[in-house]
């Protein structure tokens, strides 16, 4: 059987210890999780900036289609309007005579 020691609790080592590592382990240990970090971050935001520009080209496609809509909807009414009171002259006209 493997006995498992327990881990120390911190008053049970001396006050005056340091703990260090080499400054070159420590950098090779911590500069690929920071480029990584900053890399990921860049595609992130990258990422981010299309779908706002997507967004933003398909709200002024909406908008230029409903301002589209309207202005047909309009012409339409205006040329149906304009057939009915060609039709009330004619009808009028024809009473007349």
Request: proline share 5%.
């Amino acid at each position: 059987d493997a006995t498992i020691a327990e881990p120390a609790a911190p008053e049970d080592f001396p006050k005056d210890m340091i703990f260090e590592q080499d400054p070159e382990q420590i950098l090779s240990a911590i500069l690929p999780l920071y480029f990584n970090g900053q890399l990921l971050r860049q595609m992130q935001e990258s990422v981010a900036s299309e779908l706002a520009a997507r967004m933003t080209a398909m709200q002024a496609a909406s908008d230029n289609a409903s301002d589209l809509m309207k202005s047909l909807t309009l012409q339409l009414n205006r040329k149906r309007q304009a057939a009915i009171t060609q039709e009330i002259a004619e009808i009028v006209a024809g009473a007349n005579s």
